[in-house]
């Protein structure tokens, strides 16, 4: 029962890394595919933070109570179909860029 548990829960890590990597791939004709670019020349580099610190802001972008270097509306229109698991999933994957 044990193996069984432990075998879901790294599919299921597979699965979120997987997904954020898939995400990933909207966000890098801006960010740069390793998050390595200032998204229009305005934003910060986003690679290796803080996933916290995104799931935050990408939430907040979603919301539209965010507009961090004037991208507030550019990421609005991004975010707008990501459910929280896609915003956790990407903002892990970007922790790792």
Same mark, same amino acid.
């Given at each position: 029962?044990? #193996?069984? !548990?432990?075998?879901?829960?790294?599919? @299921? @890590?597979? *699965?979120?890394? @997987?997904?954020?990597? &898939?995400?990933?791939?909207?966000?890098?004709?801006?960010? $740069?595919?390793?998050?390595?670019?200032?998204? !229009?020349?305005?934003? *910060?580099? !986003?690679?290796?933070?803080?996933?916290?610190?995104?799931?935050?802001?990408? &939430? *907040?972008?979603?919301?539209?109570?965010? #507009?961090?270097? $004037?991208?507030?509306?550019?990421?609005?229109? #991004?975010?707008? $179909?990501?459910?929280?698991?896609?915003?956790?999933?990407?903002?892990?994957? !970007?922790?790792?860029?």
């Amino acid at each position: 029962m044990k #193996n069984i !548990i432990l075998i879901s829960l790294l599919m @299921s @890590s597979f *699965a979120l890394a @997987s997904n954020g990597a &898939k995400i990933y791939k909207q966000c890098a004709g801006c960010h $740069g595919k390793h998050g390595e670019k200032k998204a !229009i020349g305005r934003s *910060a580099i !986003i690679a290796k933070q803080n996933p916290s610190l995104t799931i935050k802001q990408l &939430k *907040a972008y979603k919301a539209g109570t965010l #507009n961090l270097h $004037g991208m507030g509306a550019v990421m609005k229109k #991004n975010m707008v $179909g990501l459910s929280d698991s896609d915003i956790k999933a990407v903002a892990k994957y !970007i922790s790792k860029l």
